[in-house]
């Protein structure tokens, strides 16, 4: 059932980074972000929590942020060789007199992807924190 789990999620994060490189330079800023940064911890708490092996648990939160830094990676690399990241970039950089919204023109920075690597296992080891905390109260109750 583990392998099962591993391949939809790699088949996941491949489709994603796919369909993010196609639609890339007509996306929005917000929409790249939830892409990016809500998107794979959410796909990641999901995977952990569902299961109920602590082991399982465990592994799943050592994995599948692997998955998701490498669909990050990916994406970047991919977006970046394809041209489409600097559309998206020339699409989505503004200024005024006001305000000036400018988008790196690396997305494959390293400095960014050791930010992804944090905040993608710092969730999913937080979820598996707080998942088996929760497992050992459940275990702890007794019913009438």
Same mark, same amino acid.
């Given at each position: 059932?583990? $392998?099962?789990?591993?391949?939809?999620?790699?088949?996941?994060?491949?489709?994603?980074?796919?369909?993010?490189?196609?639609?890339?330079?007509?996306?929005?800023?917000?929409?790249?972000?939830?892409?990016?940064?809500?998107?794979?911890?959410?796909?990641?708490? $999901?995977?952990?929590?569902?299961?109920?092996?602590?082991?399982?648990?465990?592994?799943?939160?050592?994995?599948?942020?692997?998955?998701?830094?490498?669909?990050?990676?990916?994406?970047?690399?991919?977006?970046?060789?394809?041209?489409?990241?600097?559309?998206?970039?020339?699409?989505?950089?503004?200024?005024?007199?006001?305000?000036?919204?400018?988008?790196?023109?690396?997305?494959?920075?390293?400095?960014?992807?050791?930010?992804?690597?944090?905040?993608?296992?710092?969730?999913?080891?937080?979820?598996?924190?707080?998942?088996?905390?929760?497992?050992?109260?459940?275990?702890?109750?007794?019913?009438?």
């Amino acid at each position: 059932m583990m $392998l099962v789990t591993l391949v939809m999620y790699a088949a996941i994060y491949f489709g994603l980074t796919l369909l993010g490189n196609q639609f890339l330079s007509s996306m929005s800023v917000v929409l790249y972000l939830a892409l990016i940064y809500l998107l794979p911890p959410l796909l990641n708490v $999901l995977g952990i929590t569902l299961r109920k092996n602590k082991t399982e648990k465990l592994s799943l939160s050592l994995i599948l942020p692997l998955f998701s830094t490498l669909f990050y990676a990916a994406l970047s690399w991919v977006t970046e060789k394809s041209g489409s990241w600097q559309a998206f970039v020339n699409h989505n950089t503004v200024s005024n007199q006001n305000l000036t919204v400018e988008i790196e023109a690396n997305g494959f920075d390293p400095s960014q992807i050791i930010f992804m690597v944090l905040v993608y296992f710092g969730i999913s080891l937080t979820a598996y924190y707080l998942s088996t905390k929760k497992d050992k109260k459940q275990r702890g109750k007794q019913y009438a």
